[in-house]
Protein backbone atom coordinates (compact mmCIF):
# COMPACT_ATOMS: atom_id res chain seq x y z
CA UNK A 1 0.00 0.00 0.00
CA UNK A 2 2.74 2.28 0.80
CA UNK A 3 4.69 1.61 -2.25
CA UNK A 4 1.92 2.38 -4.34
CA UNK A 5 1.21 5.35 -2.23
CA UNK A 6 4.71 6.53 -3.04
CA UNK A 7 5.15 5.71 -6.78
CA UNK A 8 1.77 7.34 -7.40
CA UNK A 9 3.53 10.42 -5.89
CA UNK A 10 6.42 10.51 -8.10
CA UNK A 11 4.35 9.72 -11.47
CA UNK A 12 1.64 12.38 -9.91
CA UNK A 13 4.01 15.28 -9.71
CA UNK A 14 7.79 14.46 -11.44
CA UNK A 15 6.92 16.83 -14.40
CA UNK A 16 7.28 20.00 -12.82
CA UNK A 17 6.74 23.03 -15.15
CA UNK A 18 10.46 23.74 -15.44
CA UNK A 19 10.86 22.06 -18.30
CA UNK A 20 8.14 24.97 -19.49
CA UNK A 21 8.80 27.51 -17.98
CA UNK A 22 12.24 28.37 -16.92
CA UNK A 23 13.41 30.61 -13.65
CA UNK A 24 14.02 33.98 -15.44
CA UNK A 25 11.09 33.56 -16.76
CA UNK A 26 8.65 33.26 -13.51
CA UNK A 27 10.86 35.73 -12.13
CA UNK A 28 10.49 38.42 -14.55
CA UNK A 29 6.76 37.52 -14.52
CA UNK A 30 6.36 37.63 -10.71
CA UNK A 31 8.39 41.06 -10.85
CA UNK A 32 6.34 42.39 -13.25
CA UNK A 33 3.07 41.99 -10.84
CA UNK A 34 4.11 42.00 -7.35
CA UNK A 35 4.21 45.33 -5.39
CA UNK A 36 7.79 46.49 -5.28
CA UNK A 37 7.45 45.69 -1.25
CA UNK A 38 7.33 42.22 -2.23
CA UNK A 39 10.35 40.57 -3.29
CA UNK A 40 11.21 38.02 -5.88
CA UNK A 41 14.60 36.76 -6.24
CA UNK A 42 16.24 33.91 -8.51
CA UNK A 43 17.48 31.44 -6.13
CA UNK A 44 20.87 30.94 -8.18
CA UNK A 45 21.15 34.48 -6.42
CA UNK A 46 23.01 35.00 -3.59
CA UNK A 47 20.33 37.32 -2.11
CA UNK A 48 18.56 34.07 -2.09
CA UNK A 49 20.81 32.27 0.65
CA UNK A 50 20.81 36.23 2.63
CA UNK A 51 16.51 37.04 2.86
CA UNK A 52 15.03 33.48 2.69
CA UNK A 53 14.43 31.31 5.69
CA UNK A 54 16.65 28.83 6.27
CA UNK A 55 15.49 24.91 5.94
CA UNK A 56 15.73 23.17 9.52
CA UNK A 57 16.57 20.11 7.61
CA UNK A 58 18.56 18.99 4.53
CA UNK A 59 17.99 16.11 4.02
CA UNK A 60 14.90 15.21 1.55
CA UNK A 61 14.91 18.97 0.83
CA UNK A 62 12.55 20.36 -1.43
CA UNK A 63 14.33 22.18 -4.91
CA UNK A 64 13.49 25.87 -5.59
CA UNK A 65 13.90 27.79 -8.35
CA UNK A 66 12.11 31.72 -7.45
CA UNK A 67 11.82 32.70 -4.15
CA UNK A 68 9.07 35.11 -3.29
CA UNK A 69 8.52 37.17 -0.24
CA UNK A 70 5.18 38.90 -0.41
CA UNK A 71 4.28 41.99 1.61
CA UNK A 72 0.48 41.80 1.45
CA UNK A 73 -2.04 38.99 1.11
CA UNK A 74 -3.07 40.35 -2.23
CA UNK A 75 0.17 39.58 -3.88
CA UNK A 76 -0.30 36.09 -2.19
CA UNK A 77 -3.29 36.19 -4.53
CA UNK A 78 -1.27 36.67 -7.26
CA UNK A 79 1.56 34.26 -6.84
CA UNK A 80 -0.68 31.42 -6.52
CA UNK A 81 -2.78 32.55 -9.24
CA UNK A 82 0.10 33.06 -11.71
CA UNK A 83 1.68 29.48 -10.18
CA UNK A 84 -1.64 27.71 -11.00
CA UNK A 85 -2.32 29.28 -14.45
CA UNK A 86 1.66 28.42 -15.27
CA UNK A 87 1.08 25.30 -13.76
CA UNK A 88 4.07 25.68 -11.76
CA UNK A 89 4.85 24.02 -8.33
CA UNK A 90 4.69 25.98 -5.16
CA UNK A 91 5.28 25.48 -1.70
CA UNK A 92 4.88 28.04 1.11
CA UNK A 93 7.57 28.02 4.11
CA UNK A 94 6.91 29.61 7.74
CA UNK A 95 9.78 29.18 9.77
CA UNK A 96 11.47 26.34 7.48
CA UNK A 97 10.91 23.82 10.09
CA UNK A 98 8.89 20.96 8.18
CA UNK A 99 11.13 18.33 7.58
CA UNK A 100 8.74 15.70 6.09
CA UNK A 101 10.40 13.39 3.62
CA UNK A 102 7.11 13.98 1.38
CA UNK A 103 8.40 17.75 0.31
CA UNK A 104 11.53 16.21 -1.99
CA UNK A 105 9.00 15.78 -4.34
CA UNK A 106 9.15 19.41 -4.46
CA UNK A 107 11.26 20.24 -7.61
CA UNK A 108 11.24 23.50 -9.79
CA UNK A 109 9.28 25.22 -7.79
CA UNK A 110 8.36 29.09 -6.46
CA UNK A 111 9.06 29.09 -2.41
CA UNK A 112 6.58 31.40 -1.37
CA UNK A 113 8.48 32.16 2.18
CA UNK A 114 5.72 34.50 4.40
CA UNK A 115 8.72 36.05 6.57
CA UNK A 116 7.36 39.68 5.82
CA UNK A 117 3.88 37.86 7.45
CA UNK A 118 5.23 38.38 10.91
CA UNK A 119 3.29 40.53 12.76
CA UNK A 120 1.41 40.16 16.33
CA UNK A 121 -1.67 41.84 17.95
CA UNK A 122 -3.08 41.09 21.42
CA UNK A 123 -6.45 42.48 22.41
CA UNK A 124 -6.44 42.45 25.84
CA UNK A 125 -9.98 43.34 26.38
CA UNK A 126 -11.48 40.68 23.56
CA UNK A 127 -8.77 37.99 24.96
CA UNK A 128 -7.49 37.20 21.44
CA UNK A 129 -4.25 37.41 19.31
CA UNK A 130 -3.66 37.75 15.91
CA UNK A 131 -0.68 36.83 14.23
CA UNK A 132 1.08 36.40 10.60
CA UNK A 133 1.55 33.60 8.83
CA UNK A 134 5.43 33.05 9.84
CA UNK A 135 5.98 34.27 13.33
CA UNK A 136 7.44 31.86 15.83
CA UNK A 137 6.99 30.71 19.40
CA UNK A 138 9.25 32.97 20.89
CA UNK A 139 7.51 36.17 19.25
CA UNK A 140 4.19 34.64 20.49
CA UNK A 141 5.25 33.94 24.21
CA UNK A 142 6.83 37.30 24.85
CA UNK A 143 4.00 39.42 23.24
CA UNK A 144 1.23 37.45 25.26
CA UNK A 145 3.55 36.92 28.80
CA UNK A 146 3.58 41.07 28.14
CA UNK A 147 -0.44 41.45 27.75
CA UNK A 148 -0.68 39.03 31.28
CA UNK A 149 -1.97 36.55 29.10
CA UNK A 150 -0.90 32.64 27.81
CA UNK A 151 -1.56 29.74 24.80
CA UNK A 152 -0.81 26.39 24.04
CA UNK A 153 3.09 26.86 22.41
CA UNK A 154 5.59 25.02 20.79
CA UNK A 155 8.18 27.30 22.49
CA UNK A 156 7.51 25.63 25.86
CA UNK A 157 9.67 23.36 25.64
CA UNK A 158 10.23 22.08 23.06
CA UNK A 159 11.23 24.71 19.81
CA UNK A 160 10.91 27.97 20.01
CA UNK A 161 11.52 28.79 16.37
CA UNK A 162 9.37 27.01 14.46
CA UNK A 163 6.63 28.15 12.79
CA UNK A 164 3.41 29.44 15.33
CA UNK A 165 1.48 28.89 11.98
CA UNK A 166 2.80 26.22 10.34
CA UNK A 167 2.32 23.96 13.73
CA UNK A 168 -0.88 24.71 14.16
CA UNK A 169 -2.60 24.20 10.63
CA UNK A 170 -1.47 20.52 12.02
CA UNK A 171 -2.78 20.83 15.65
CA UNK A 172 0.73 22.23 17.35
CA UNK A 173 1.34 20.24 20.50
CA UNK A 174 3.18 21.94 23.58
CA UNK A 175 3.17 21.13 27.69
CA UNK A 176 0.07 24.05 28.34
CA UNK A 177 -1.97 21.57 25.68
CA UNK A 178 -2.95 19.26 29.23
CA UNK A 179 -4.23 22.98 30.04
CA UNK A 180 -5.79 23.90 26.26
CA UNK A 181 -5.13 20.95 24.23
CA UNK A 182 -3.58 21.50 20.44
CA UNK A 183 -3.10 24.87 19.50
CA UNK A 184 -6.01 24.58 16.56
CA UNK A 185 -8.40 24.21 18.96
CA UNK A 186 -7.69 28.03 19.97
CA UNK A 187 -8.09 29.04 16.76
CA UNK A 188 -11.39 31.24 15.77
CA UNK A 189 -10.51 32.60 12.13
CA UNK A 190 -7.80 32.37 9.65
CA UNK A 191 -7.24 34.57 6.09
CA UNK A 192 -6.58 31.75 3.34
CA UNK A 193 -5.79 32.60 -0.28
CA UNK A 194 -6.91 28.85 -1.83
CA UNK A 195 -5.49 27.49 -4.85
CA UNK A 196 -8.49 29.45 -6.76
CA UNK A 197 -7.04 32.85 -6.18
CA UNK A 198 -9.55 33.68 -3.68
CA UNK A 199 -8.34 35.48 0.15
CA UNK A 200 -11.11 33.82 1.89
CA UNK A 201 -12.25 34.15 6.35
CA UNK A 202 -12.74 31.11 7.52
CA UNK A 203 -14.01 30.52 10.91
CA UNK A 204 -17.03 28.65 12.66
CA UNK A 205 -19.40 30.54 10.79
CA UNK A 206 -17.77 31.09 7.26
CA UNK A 207 -17.41 28.27 5.67
CA UNK A 208 -16.54 25.77 8.45
CA UNK A 209 -15.92 23.05 6.68
CA UNK A 210 -13.01 24.91 5.38
CA UNK A 211 -12.09 25.95 8.90
CA UNK A 212 -12.87 22.45 10.32
CA UNK A 213 -10.44 21.42 7.96
CA UNK A 214 -7.76 23.81 8.60
CA UNK A 215 -7.56 22.43 12.29
CA UNK A 216 -5.40 19.54 11.79
CA UNK A 217 -4.39 19.70 8.16
CA UNK A 218 -4.47 23.07 6.88
CA UNK A 219 -1.57 23.10 5.10
CA UNK A 220 -3.74 21.11 2.39
CA UNK A 221 -5.92 24.04 1.27
CA UNK A 222 -3.87 27.12 0.72
CA UNK A 223 -1.66 29.81 2.00
CA UNK A 224 -2.55 31.16 5.37
CA UNK A 225 -1.99 35.08 6.05
CA UNK A 226 -3.36 35.52 9.28
CA UNK A 227 -4.56 33.61 12.34
CA UNK A 228 -6.56 34.87 15.71
CA UNK A 229 -6.60 33.02 18.53
CA UNK A 230 -8.40 33.21 22.20
CA UNK A 231 -6.01 33.75 24.64
CA UNK A 232 -5.97 32.58 28.24
CA UNK A 233 -5.41 34.95 31.41
CA UNK A 234 -2.34 33.54 32.66
CA UNK A 235 -2.06 30.47 34.74
CA UNK A 236 -0.34 30.86 38.01
CA UNK A 237 0.93 34.56 37.52
CA UNK A 238 2.98 33.57 34.28
CA UNK A 239 5.16 31.14 36.27
CA UNK A 240 5.99 27.67 36.09
CA UNK A 241 8.63 25.13 37.73
CA UNK A 242 11.06 23.40 35.42
CA UNK A 243 12.47 20.50 36.78
CA UNK A 244 15.41 18.77 34.83
CA UNK A 245 16.66 15.11 35.77
CA UNK A 246 18.54 12.58 34.81
CA UNK A 247 18.90 8.95 35.40
CA UNK A 248 21.29 5.87 34.24
CA UNK A 249 20.13 3.42 31.71
CA UNK A 250 19.92 0.98 34.27
CA UNK A 251 17.19 2.44 36.27
CA UNK A 252 15.09 2.52 32.82
CA UNK A 253 12.50 0.04 34.01
CA UNK A 254 11.99 2.12 37.22
CA UNK A 255 11.81 5.27 35.28
CA UNK A 256 8.98 3.79 32.62
CA UNK A 257 7.03 2.45 35.84
CA UNK A 258 6.88 5.63 37.06
CA UNK A 259 6.03 7.02 33.85
CA UNK A 260 3.24 4.43 33.84
CA UNK A 261 2.08 6.03 37.14
CA UNK A 262 1.96 9.78 35.87
CA UNK A 263 0.04 8.91 33.03
CA UNK A 264 -2.86 7.19 35.03
CA UNK A 265 -3.21 10.77 36.60
CA UNK A 266 -1.44 13.62 35.45
CA UNK A 267 -2.84 16.62 36.46
CA UNK A 268 -3.91 19.07 33.70
CA UNK A 269 -1.11 21.56 34.69
CA UNK A 270 1.90 18.79 34.39
CA UNK A 271 3.47 18.18 31.44
CA UNK A 272 6.42 16.09 31.09
CA UNK A 273 9.00 14.92 28.49
CA UNK A 274 11.53 12.08 28.40
CA UNK A 275 14.63 11.50 26.53
CA UNK A 276 16.36 8.07 25.88
CA UNK A 277 20.00 9.21 24.03
CA UNK A 278 23.80 8.10 24.01
CA UNK A 279 25.77 9.67 26.53
CA UNK A 280 30.00 9.94 26.28
CA UNK A 281 30.13 10.00 29.70
CA UNK A 282 31.35 6.37 30.78
CA UNK A 283 29.65 6.51 34.43
CA UNK A 284 26.31 6.89 32.68
CA UNK A 285 27.00 3.02 31.05
CA UNK A 286 26.22 4.50 27.43
CA UNK A 287 22.81 5.43 27.62
CA UNK A 288 21.42 8.30 29.87
CA UNK A 289 17.88 8.96 30.46
CA UNK A 290 16.54 12.64 30.15
CA UNK A 291 13.50 13.87 31.74
CA UNK A 292 11.85 17.26 31.91
CA UNK A 293 9.01 18.71 33.29
CA UNK A 294 6.93 21.58 33.61
CA UNK A 295 4.53 21.98 36.32
CA UNK A 296 2.21 25.43 35.82
CA UNK A 297 1.69 25.67 39.72
CA UNK A 298 3.89 26.32 42.60
CA UNK A 299 7.06 24.48 43.05
CA UNK A 300 5.60 22.80 46.55
CA UNK A 301 2.46 21.27 44.74
CA UNK A 302 5.05 19.99 41.72
CA UNK A 303 7.66 18.64 43.73
CA UNK A 304 5.00 16.36 45.89
CA UNK A 305 3.54 15.41 42.22
CA UNK A 306 7.35 13.99 41.06
CA UNK A 307 8.13 12.53 44.32
CA UNK A 308 7.98 8.98 42.31
CA UNK A 309 10.77 10.27 39.80
CA UNK A 310 12.64 12.09 42.85
CA UNK A 311 12.46 8.99 44.90
CA UNK A 312 14.60 7.01 42.35
CA UNK A 313 17.66 8.77 43.09
CA UNK A 314 18.38 10.08 39.96
CA UNK A 315 21.90 11.43 38.77
CA UNK A 316 21.26 15.00 38.66
CA UNK A 317 18.21 17.19 39.54
CA UNK A 318 17.74 20.92 38.66
CA UNK A 319 14.59 22.78 40.11
CA UNK A 320 13.79 26.41 38.86
CA UNK A 321 10.58 28.67 39.03
CA UNK A 322 10.93 30.70 35.51
CA UNK A 323 8.40 33.34 33.78
CA UNK A 324 5.84 31.30 31.18
CA UNK A 325 7.86 32.59 27.85
CA UNK A 326 11.68 31.92 29.16
CA UNK A 327 11.01 28.13 29.52
CA UNK A 328 12.67 27.34 26.86
CA UNK A 329 16.04 28.92 27.76
CA UNK A 330 15.79 26.34 31.15
CA UNK A 331 14.53 23.33 30.15
CA UNK A 332 16.53 20.53 29.65
CA UNK A 333 19.22 22.92 30.18
CA UNK A 334 18.38 24.75 27.17
CA UNK A 335 19.62 22.20 24.87
CA UNK A 336 16.30 21.87 23.02
CA UNK A 337 15.91 25.73 22.02
CA UNK A 338 19.76 25.86 21.05
CA UNK A 339 19.62 22.37 19.27
CA UNK A 340 16.18 23.63 17.53
CA UNK A 341 17.12 26.86 16.44
CA UNK A 342 20.12 26.38 14.41
CA UNK A 343 19.46 24.83 10.58
CA UNK A 344 21.23 22.68 8.45
CA UNK A 345 20.91 19.84 10.45
CA UNK A 346 21.03 16.53 8.93
CA UNK A 347 17.87 14.71 10.17
CA UNK A 348 16.03 11.89 9.85
CA UNK A 349 12.29 11.51 12.11
CA UNK A 350 10.57 8.72 12.52
CA UNK A 351 7.79 9.30 15.47
CA UNK A 352 4.26 7.13 16.44
CA UNK A 353 1.67 7.86 18.99
CA UNK A 354 1.19 5.42 22.04
CA UNK A 355 -1.65 4.89 23.36
CA UNK A 356 -0.32 3.30 26.61
CA UNK A 357 2.79 2.51 28.59
CA UNK A 358 3.64 -0.62 27.86
CA UNK A 359 7.15 -1.12 30.41
CA UNK A 360 8.29 -4.20 29.37
CA UNK A 361 8.15 -3.66 25.75
CA UNK A 362 9.69 0.13 26.27
CA UNK A 363 12.56 -1.89 28.04
CA UNK A 364 13.11 -3.80 25.36
CA UNK A 365 13.60 -1.36 23.37
CA UNK A 366 15.71 0.66 25.51
CA UNK A 367 17.80 -2.55 25.99
CA UNK A 368 17.32 -3.03 22.07
CA UNK A 369 19.29 0.44 21.40
CA UNK A 370 21.63 0.20 24.30
CA UNK A 371 22.91 -3.22 22.47
CA UNK A 372 22.59 -1.37 18.71
CA UNK A 373 24.42 1.87 19.24
CA UNK A 374 27.12 0.29 21.66
CA UNK A 375 27.87 -2.28 18.32
CA UNK A 376 27.28 0.64 15.63
CA UNK A 377 28.82 4.25 16.86
CA UNK A 378 26.71 5.51 13.84
CA UNK A 379 23.63 4.89 15.73
CA UNK A 380 24.55 6.83 18.95
CA UNK A 381 23.07 9.79 16.92
CA UNK A 382 19.24 8.43 17.74
CA UNK A 383 17.39 9.22 20.19
CA UNK A 384 13.84 8.55 21.76
CA UNK A 385 12.22 11.51 22.75
CA UNK A 386 8.67 11.43 24.45
CA UNK A 387 6.28 13.91 25.02
CA UNK A 388 3.35 13.23 26.99
CA UNK A 389 0.10 15.84 28.13
CA UNK A 390 -2.40 15.04 30.55
CA UNK A 391 -5.66 14.37 28.85
CA UNK A 392 -8.08 17.21 30.17
CA UNK A 393 -6.79 19.69 27.34
CA UNK A 394 -7.68 17.39 24.66
CA UNK A 395 -10.75 16.39 26.26
CA UNK A 396 -12.10 19.91 26.30
CA UNK A 397 -13.43 19.44 22.43
CA UNK A 398 -15.59 16.61 21.24
CA UNK A 399 -13.13 14.82 18.46
CA UNK A 400 -15.52 15.73 15.42
CA UNK A 401 -14.87 19.94 16.16
CA UNK A 402 -11.61 20.11 14.15
CA UNK A 403 -9.36 17.52 11.93
CA UNK A 404 -6.87 16.96 14.99
CA UNK A 405 -7.08 13.38 15.66
CA UNK A 406 -5.28 12.14 18.32
CA UNK A 407 -7.11 12.96 21.16
CA UNK A 408 -6.68 9.86 23.40
CA UNK A 409 -2.94 9.48 22.67
CA UNK A 410 -1.10 9.05 25.92
CA UNK A 411 2.48 9.72 24.23
CA UNK A 412 3.36 11.51 21.14
CA UNK A 413 7.02 9.94 20.61
CA UNK A 414 9.91 11.32 18.11
CA UNK A 415 12.88 8.54 16.67
CA UNK A 416 15.12 11.65 16.22
CA UNK A 417 18.65 10.55 14.35
CA UNK A 418 20.72 13.13 13.20
CA UNK A 419 23.51 12.80 10.93
CA UNK A 420 26.66 13.77 10.99
CA UNK A 421 26.67 13.58 6.80
CA UNK A 422 24.52 12.05 4.18
CA UNK A 423 26.95 8.70 4.21
CA UNK A 424 25.40 7.93 7.72
CA UNK A 425 21.53 8.12 6.95
CA UNK A 426 20.98 5.20 5.08
CA UNK A 427 22.14 3.22 8.57
CA UNK A 428 19.91 5.72 10.78
CA UNK A 429 17.47 5.12 8.56
CA UNK A 430 16.83 2.01 9.07
CA UNK A 431 17.85 1.91 13.22
CA UNK A 432 14.80 4.78 13.28
CA UNK A 433 12.53 2.07 11.38
CA UNK A 434 13.27 -0.40 13.22
CA UNK A 435 12.86 1.08 16.93
CA UNK A 436 9.40 2.30 15.43
CA UNK A 437 8.27 -0.82 14.50
CA UNK A 438 9.23 -2.47 18.35
CA UNK A 439 7.82 0.71 20.17
CA UNK A 440 4.45 0.08 18.17
CA UNK A 441 4.27 -3.14 18.68
CA UNK A 442 3.60 -1.80 22.68
CA UNK A 443 1.72 1.18 21.48
CA UNK A 444 -2.01 -0.08 22.45
CA UNK A 445 -3.36 -0.15 18.59
CA UNK A 446 -3.01 -1.99 15.80
CA UNK A 447 -2.90 0.91 13.24
CA UNK A 448 0.64 3.13 13.12
CA UNK A 449 -1.10 6.54 14.23
CA UNK A 450 1.65 8.95 13.52
CA UNK A 451 1.17 13.25 14.64
CA UNK A 452 1.24 14.49 11.29
CA UNK A 453 3.84 17.37 12.32
CA UNK A 454 6.40 14.79 13.30
CA UNK A 455 5.50 12.62 10.45
CA UNK A 456 8.81 10.81 8.82
CA UNK A 457 6.61 10.73 5.37
CA UNK A 458 6.70 6.75 5.02
CA UNK A 459 3.28 6.54 6.82
CA UNK A 460 0.36 7.77 4.35
CA UNK A 461 -2.86 9.42 5.38
CA UNK A 462 -4.71 7.21 7.25
CA UNK A 463 -1.94 7.53 9.60
CA UNK A 464 -1.89 11.14 10.14
CA UNK A 465 -5.69 11.60 9.79
CA UNK A 466 -6.87 8.47 10.50
CA UNK A 467 -9.55 6.31 8.12
CA UNK A 468 -12.32 7.35 9.31
CA UNK A 469 -11.12 11.30 8.82
CA UNK A 470 -9.96 10.81 4.85
CA UNK A 471 -13.28 10.72 3.08
CA UNK A 472 -14.28 13.92 4.84
CA UNK A 473 -11.02 15.50 4.14
CA UNK A 474 -10.40 13.71 0.34
CA UNK A 475 -14.20 15.55 -0.50
CA UNK A 476 -12.18 19.61 1.19
CA UNK A 477 -9.60 18.50 -1.00
CA UNK A 478 -11.84 18.19 -4.81
CA UNK A 479 -13.91 21.18 -3.12
CA UNK A 480 -10.68 23.97 -2.42
CA UNK A 481 -7.71 22.40 -3.75
CA UNK A 482 -9.52 20.22 -6.94
CA UNK A 483 -5.86 20.42 -9.02
CA UNK A 484 -3.65 19.55 -5.92
CA UNK A 485 -1.35 22.85 -5.83
CA UNK A 486 -1.41 22.32 -2.03
CA UNK A 487 -0.77 18.79 -1.71
CA UNK A 488 3.07 18.59 -1.19
CA UNK A 489 3.41 18.53 3.27
CA UNK A 490 1.99 14.74 4.27
CA UNK A 491 -0.99 15.62 1.91
CA UNK A 492 -4.69 14.16 2.08
CA UNK A 493 -4.48 13.17 -1.42
CA UNK A 494 -1.60 13.78 -3.84
CA UNK A 495 -3.14 15.07 -6.66
CA UNK A 496 -5.73 15.37 -9.14
CA UNK A 497 -5.53 12.93 -11.97
CA UNK A 498 -5.01 15.71 -14.30
CA UNK A 499 -1.61 16.90 -12.81
CA UNK A 500 -0.41 13.02 -14.20
CA UNK A 501 -0.38 14.19 -17.69
CA UNK A 502 1.40 17.66 -17.82
C1 LIG B 1 13.20 21.14 16.29
C2 LIG B 1 11.71 20.99 16.07
C3 LIG B 1 10.87 20.98 17.16
C4 LIG B 1 9.49 20.84 16.97
N1 LIG B 1 8.68 20.84 18.07
C5 LIG B 1 7.34 20.77 17.90
C6 LIG B 1 6.46 20.82 19.02
O1 LIG B 1 6.89 20.93 20.16
N2 LIG B 1 5.13 20.74 18.79
C7 LIG B 1 4.61 20.65 17.54
O2 LIG B 1 3.39 20.62 17.40
N3 LIG B 1 5.42 20.59 16.46
C8 LIG B 1 6.76 20.65 16.61
N4 LIG B 1 7.58 20.58 15.52
C9 LIG B 1 6.97 20.36 14.19
C10 LIG B 1 6.48 21.67 13.60
O3 LIG B 1 5.19 21.96 14.12
C11 LIG B 1 6.34 21.54 12.08
O4 LIG B 1 7.62 21.24 11.57
C12 LIG B 1 5.76 22.77 11.42
O5 LIG B 1 5.46 22.46 10.08
C13 LIG B 1 6.72 23.90 11.46
O6 LIG B 1 6.22 25.01 10.80
P1 LIG B 1 7.25 25.99 10.07
O7 LIG B 1 6.49 27.16 9.60
O8 LIG B 1 8.42 26.24 10.94
O9 LIG B 1 7.79 25.07 8.90
P2 LIG B 1 7.78 25.26 7.31
O10 LIG B 1 8.77 24.25 6.81
O11 LIG B 1 8.00 26.66 6.93
O12 LIG B 1 6.34 24.81 6.95
C14 LIG B 1 5.98 23.46 7.02
C15 LIG B 1 4.85 23.22 6.03
O13 LIG B 1 3.69 23.85 6.56
C16 LIG B 1 3.07 24.64 5.58
N5 LIG B 1 2.95 26.01 6.09
C17 LIG B 1 3.71 26.66 7.01
N6 LIG B 1 3.20 27.88 7.25
C18 LIG B 1 2.11 27.99 6.45
C19 LIG B 1 1.15 29.02 6.25
N7 LIG B 1 1.19 30.16 6.91
N8 LIG B 1 0.15 28.78 5.35
C20 LIG B 1 0.07 27.61 4.68
N9 LIG B 1 0.95 26.61 4.83
C21 LIG B 1 1.95 26.80 5.72
C22 LIG B 1 3.83 24.53 4.30
O14 LIG B 1 3.17 23.63 3.44
C23 LIG B 1 5.15 23.87 4.69
O15 LIG B 1 5.57 22.92 3.79
C24 LIG B 1 8.97 20.70 15.67
C25 LIG B 1 9.82 20.71 14.56
C26 LIG B 1 11.18 20.84 14.76
C27 LIG B 1 12.10 20.83 13.57
Known sequence: ????????????????????????????????????????????????QKDFTPRYNLAEAPAYIVGVRPAVAEDVVKVVTYARDSNISI??????????TSLARVQGAINMDLGKFNS????????????????????????LQEAGFEIVSTATPQCPCIGFAGASLGGGIGPYSGLYGPISDSLLSVDIVTADGRLLTVSETESPDL?????????????????????????????????DITFLSSQNESVWKAVEQLAASQPKELAFGLSVMHSPDPSMEGLLISANFIYAGPRSEGEALLKPFLDLRPQNVNISTVAWKDIPDVANGGAIAKYGCTPGKYYIP????????????????????????????????????WQQYAQHGFQLRADDTSTFPYRDAKAFVQIDSLAADASQAPALDKFGREVRDLLQRGSGKDQLDVYVHFAHGDEGPASWYTAERLPKLVSLKEKYDPTGMFSWYNPVILANPSYQNL
Open 1 to 48: MLAKWFSWGLVAFAPSALALTGPQTVFDALSAILLPSSEVVLVSDDTY
Open 91 to 100: LTTGRGHGYT
Open 120 to 143: IHVDAEAKTMTVGGAVNGYQVTAA
Open 211 to 243: FDGIKGAGFNFGVVTSLTFQAYPATNSGHAMNV
Open 350 to 385: YSLNLYQVDVPNLVDVVNYMSQAMGADPVLQGTSIV
